[in-house]
């Protein structure tokens, strides 16, 4: 029981020093500012869509409020690419920043190694999510109709389960794969390329397949629009879902500390 708390304050600090590392670097500061930007961008100018195109055909367009799913997938999409350039060169970056010398003097698996630094570069990425929504969500409170600018906030219990529900484990199943490419993979181009191939192709299954495997296949919800008369959050059935992505990342990060290399253990030389 004592080494599990070890291993997992151990696998917190590289965490929380793998987002410091991320947070600092330019590229972090970058993938932040474009996330949050692209989400208060995307919802601004579809709320001043709606709010003009509402008075000439008022049921030809949807309020942005009830439409956290169809337009966050946008921004979660993007939060998948920004994982793959933060999440191939975490181990150059560590030795830059000295992460590997604090790790190597400090008794530390494989397995929570790569955990925290996944959990690190999740928290980098669904962060400015989140704060991109919090920003709408005080935007319009401030300029709710009957304002002059057509911006409302987004129906609050659809966008938790979209942010903790839905962006959240896809974020971390991504990571683990990501992380598992790198592994294999003997160059940080490749390991790129083939990530990017990887999620066009996954794009292309789901958004082909047909209705009735949607629920099964997509990591996103599915259900429809929002509600503020009968909001709804996941079932059962989609929280089971949720779970078992949980674990297969969880085995995809296992497989990966099995064939990863480590930069902070010295071999000896004979």
Same mark, same amino acid.
């Given at each position: 029981? %004592? ?9 917190? #600090? ?8 991320? &947070?600092?670097?330019?590229?972090? &500061? ?37 439409l956290v799913y169809e337009l966050g997938i946008y921004p979660l999409w993007l939060a998948l690419v920004a994982v793959v350039c933060l999440a191939i060169d975490s181990e150059r970056r560590d030795t830059t920043a000295g992460v ?35 920003? +709408?969500? +005080? ?34 199943? /991504? ?8 592994? /294999?993979?003997?160059? %940080? ?15 292309? +299954? ?30 059962? /059935?989609?929280? #089971? ?20 290399? &480590? ?8």
């Open positions: 029981m %004592k080494s599990v708390e070890t291993e997992a304050r151990a696998m917190l #600090g590289v965490a929380a020093a793998e987002s410091r590392s991320l &947070r600092r670097s330019v590229r972090g &500061r970058l993938v932040s500012a474009l996330l949050a930007g692209f989400v208060v961008v995307l919802f601004g100018l579809y709320a001043n869509l709606h709010g003009h195109a509402q008075a000439l055909l008022p049921t030809s367009y949807l309020a942005p409020r009830f590997a010398d604090a790790v190597d003097s400090r008794p530390l698996s494989n397995f929570a190694l790569r955990a925290g630094r996944l959990i690190g570069t999740v928290a980098t990425v669904w962060i400015p999510l989140v704060l991109g929504f919090v920003v +709408i969500q +005080i935007v319009g409170a401030i300029t709710a109709p009957p304002a002059r600018f057509n911006f409302e906030a987004v129906e609050p219990v659809s966008l938790a389960t979209f942010l903790v529900l839905d962006a959240l484990p896809v974020l971390v199943l /991504w990571c683990s794969v990501v992380m598992l490419l790198a592994s /294999w993979l003997p160059s %940080k181009l490749v390991v790129g390329l083939v990530s990017l191939i990887v999620l066009a192709v996954a794009t292309s +299954i789901v958004s082909n397949s047909p209705v009735y495997l949607l629920q099964a296949l997509s990591p996103v919800s599915v259900r429809g629009f929002a509600s503020d008369l009968a909001p709804r959050t996941a079932d059962v /059935w989609v929280l #089971g879902q949720r779970a078992s992505i949980i674990v297969f990342a969880v085995g995809l990060l296992a497989l990966a500390s099995v064939f990863g290399r &480590r930069t902070d253990v010295v071999r000896p030389v004979r």
